[in-house]
């Protein structure tokens, strides 16, 4: 009876075995972003963009952009690089942006953002951003100062292929719609713009 009870133990053990070993061997599933790549890592991207800035007629105290009779405005087309961190459902990024003005006054428009924000669905984000611009004006036009510089900030939000109903084409990398709103200094300005975002 004595061994008959330990051939039944060892036969017990021995079909159990195979499944812990099976169960202590898999890995842990990789944790994953909204849009099915990894959660974290690196994302440069390149884009253009294309919109409108108007300053303010009369700014608040203390901005720095230059008294005016008149208001300064124009059309922009900007190009930006910069790199996304993706932190799971969340991201940081900054990036580098350059504007040449094409009517209106204002000549050339550059500066370094830093931004953060959700991740949506399945490759979409919204973010804030903010940090540092540099203005230039028109030389023809009759300003105290031609070259302003002041903190920029604002927000916007990207949306992938798969979020615009075109599913399947660029996969985890390709390009992204940009739409956004920034100002500049004290409030002193609007500027919506709209592009494209290329992502690697």
């Known amino acids: 009876m004595r061994k008959l009870l330990l051939a039944a133990a060892s036969l017990a053990v021995l079909s159990a075995t195979p499944a812990l070993a099976q169960d202590t061997v898999e890995p842990a599933p ?44 124009g059309g922009l087309v900007q190009g930006v690089a910069g790199v996304n961190v993706p932190l799971g459902p969340v991201f940081v990024g900054a990036e580098g942006v350059v504007a040449k003005g094409f009517t209106g006054q204002i000549d050339w428009e550059y500066g370094v953002m830093g931004r953060v924000g959700p991740r949506i669905g399945d490759s979409g984000m919204i973010y804030a951003k903010a940090g540092y611009m540099w203005v230039n004006f028109d030389k023809g036009r009759n300003l105290q100062r031609r070259d302003v510089h002041d903190w920029s900030w604002g927000g916007g939000v990207e949306v992938g292929p798969k979020d615009i109903g075109l599913g399947g084409i660029t996969g985890n990398s390709g390009f992204r719609i940009r739409a956004e709103v920034t100002t500049f200094g004290d409030a002193d300005s609007l500027r919506p713009m709209a592009g494209v975002i290329f992502h690697f």
């Open 30 to 73: 990789e944790a994953t972003s909204p849009d099915g790549s990894p959660a974290f890592g690196i994302e440069p991207y390149v884009g253009v963009l294309g919109g409108w800035e108007g300053f303010d007629n009369n700014p608040s105290t203390g901005s720095a952009v230059p008294y005016r009779p008149r208001r300064l405005q």
